[in-house]
């Protein structure tokens, strides 16, 4: 695994540097934007790990470079400038996840682990089901070419139904798929999930057959 | 002592003024009246006298003789107040109404026309006297003619005269005194309008007094807006070193926290958890410092603003969605896309941002943004199913807030933030039971 670290500041990069080597990365770190831009062209990482304050060039025009070149590996912003807008603006410059300064290490950690196993554990891959395309690595999705940002749990509740070849996927198992057996019972958030991702998409991608559950129409819109 | 009010002070002295400027009058009105009458009289007098000298001759021994004796009536009523007497120094005739007495000879020196006295007379009168020599024939003795009338109703009447003067006189001062006080509260009246935007402007440092009632107010109010500009821009001075501060405050604490982390690999793990403590009440600070100083200046902002809900919500979602912590959670949004509220845009994100991400972190499966308009204005709410809080707590949360600078990070935070943004917008922001469950944090724009 390896990971990408731009920091400009010595004792916070040192720090990032031992507690992601502990966690089993092989770690670059870079001290300034063109620096980061240049071995995140050039290089294949598992993750980045980029501060937006920094030398030369800074962290979102970094992050939107990249991501222009089709570099896809998972970035997460760690930032003093907490503020929403901030963070909005890192989300849609093409980050993963924001976290302000300053962090708990362990956290920043679980959140790098958690990006790498998302992206890393399945191929590069799509799935297509009519107007509807999963992208497995970037856990997003288009609809009729239009982008679509999907959260973690949206993503599942799609890609467990995608490979159901059609068969309809009652509420029940899909709140035991997403939330675990012991809380197969609780359908209410199935129905919000549904209501929320065809709002996101069409309101006729996910189909409801009565007496069975869901599943992804294949027509066309 | 001078007075403290500047009202009272105004009108006292000008009641005062008025008062000895209407005494004066007084004074010489009643002198000119009095002067005025005692010339009538005098010339009544006079013309009494000169018909006695056309009328006077000399006897043969050289007493006076009068052919025709003066018409009034009341020169022959005894004691009747009007007297004549002419005296030679052989004799001398008087009026009928003098009776047995006579008219006291003159001490002064005599000259060729009317002279005036007020000698006491008979009868235990004052007189007012006139009194001239004459000589009725060239080589005659010398005759002294006196007419007098008694000066009691002259001086009735002088007395009357003053008393209904004063009395119109106090009726003019009350009526002078009255304007006076008006034109005082009328000229006060300015500043007392200047006073009230003092007040507006000591809310809100963008206030300023509008333009001055009157021009000799302008520098005054000049003076007024000066210090307000001055104010507002000390104000946005000192938000904006508190705000930077907060921010370089935050790298060398994730520095400190690396060290921290150091120190407990080397084995100083209470000292490590201490550091740990202090850090989180530094960026606990901090974020509630940063969200003071985002609050102030919103109060400080003079423009319109209006900003859509639903793009705020959508974003805000997008980025929470991102953090391993909501893996299990749905956002639900519902707010129509035409729900515009009084906020600049990135305020809202702020206000959207530090509701959602409270609920998210104590939501157990769903989390509900919801927006609308109602009767009593525009809403936006936020609602979690999480263990929520209970209704006794619910007041004492937005204060635990302020509280979490020592005891560090976590529930309140969030709240307290939002409370601030929200009140801040001029919104109003209260806690219920979700129907989910958990907490419903609910701001409300009045309309």
């Not at chain 1, 770190?29 to 995140?40: K, T, Y």
């Not at chain 1, 849609?92 to 708990?104: H, M, Q, R, V, W």
């Not at chain 2, 006189?169 to 003092?198: D, F, H, M, Y």
């Not at chain 2, 974020?287 to 109060?299: F, H, K, T, V």
């Amino acid at each position: 695994m390896r990971a990408l670290i731009i920091e400009d500041e010595a004792a916070v990069a040192d720090d990032l540097v031992r507690a992601l080597q502990a966690a089993g990365f092989v770690v670059d770190l870079a001290r300034d934007g063109d620096n980061a831009w240049f071995r995140g062209s050039t290089e294949d990482y598992d993750v980045a790990i980029l501060d937006l304050g920094l030398p030369r060039l800074d962290g979102l025009s970094v992050l939107r470079r990249w991501r222009a070149d089709n570099r896809a590996f998972p970035v997460i912003i760690v930032s003093a400038r907490n503020d929403w807008t901030e963070k909005v603006a890192g989300i849609e410059a093409g980050a993963d996840d924001y976290l302000g300064k300053p962090f708990e290490i362990a956290e920043l950690v679980a959140r790098v682990r958690g990006l790498v196993r998302r992206a890393g554990g399945r191929a590069s891959s799509s799935i297509r089901m009519g107007s509807l395309v999963l992208d497995t690595h970037r856990m997003s999705a288009t609809y009729a070419g239009r982008p679509v940002r999907l959260s973690q749990l949206e993503f599942r509740f799609l890609h467990y139904v995608a490979h159901q070849g059609g068969r309809a996927v009652s509420a029940g198992e899909l709140a035991e798929h997403l939330y675990g057996a012991e809380e197969a019972g609780d359908t209410n958030a199935i129905e919000a999930l549904v209501v929320r991702l065809r709002r996101k998409l069409a309101p006729q991608v996910i189909e409801t057959r009565r007496g069975f559950g869901y599943c992804i129409a294949g027509d066309s819109p | 002592m001078k007075p403290r009010s500047l009202r009272v002070r105004l009108l006292l002295s000008a009641t005062a003024a008025i008062f000895v400027a209407l005494a004066f009058a007084w004074f010489v009105m009643t002198k000119l009246f009095e002067r005025h009458i005692e010339r009538r009289v005098h010339a009544d007098l006079a013309r009494e006298g000169m018909q006695l000298a056309a009328n006077l001759s000399i006897g043969p021994r050289g007493e006076p003789r009068l052919s025709r004796e003066p018409g009034d009536v009341r020169f022959s009523e005894p004691a009747s107040g009007m007297y004549w007497q002419v005296t030679t120094s052989a004799g001398d005739l008087r009026s009928r109404s003098l009776w047995d007495q006579s008219l006291a000879a003159t001490q002064l020196p005599r000259k060729p026309e009317w002279n005036t006295r007020f000698p006491q007379g008979p009868f235990e009168e004052q007189l007012l006297l006139i009194e001239r020599e004459v000589k009725p024939d060239r080589d005659g003795p010398e005759v002294l003619i006196q007419v007098a009338t008694e000066n009691k109703s002259l001086q009735e009447a002088r007395r009357e005269f003053g008393a209904e003067l004063a009395m119109f006189l106090v009726l003019l001062w009350a009526i002078l005194s009255g304007a006076a006080w008006t034109q005082v509260a009328l000229g006060l009246k300015p500043l007392a309008r200047i006073r009230e935007q003092v007040n507006d402007l000591k809310r809100s440092s963008r206030e300023r007094v509008s333009d001055a009632p009157a021009r000799e107010i302008e520098p005054l109010v000049r003076a007024i807006n000066e210090l307000a500009d001055a104010r507002e821009v000390d104000l946005a001075r000192a938000r904006r070193r508190a705000a930077n501060l907060a921010h370089a405050l935050k790298t060398p604490l994730a520095a400190i926290a690396a060290q921290g982390r150091r120190v407990r690999e080397a084995g100083a793990t209470d000292a490590a958890d201490g550091l740990d403590r202090s850090i989180a009440a530094a960026s606990a600070a901090v974020d509630r410092e940063l969200a003071r100083s985002r609050a102030a200046e919103i109060r400080a902002a003079a423009t319109e603003v209006s900003a859509a809900v639903l793009p705020a919500a959508e974003s805000v979602v997008g980025v929470v969605e991102r953090a391993e912590f909501v893996a299990k959670l749905v956002f639900e949004v519902e707010v129509p896309p035409d729900l515009f509220v009084p906020v600049a845009a990135e305020d809202l994100l702020e206000l959207m941002g530090a509701l959602v991400e409270n609920a998210a972190r104590y939501a157990r499966r769903r989390v509900l943004i919801f927006g609308d308009r109602t009767a009593e204005g525009r809403t936006m709410s936020v609602e979690d199913d999480g263990p929520g809080i209970e209704p006794t707590q619910m007041s004492a949360v937005f204060e635990r807030g302020a509280r979490l600078d020592e005891s560090g990070g976590g529930h309140g935070l969030g709240l307290a933030i939002a409370k601030d943004l929200a009140e801040a917008t001029g919104a109003e922001i209260c806690l219920a039971r979700s129907k989910l469950g958990g907490l419903k944090v609910a701001v409300l724009w009045r309309n």
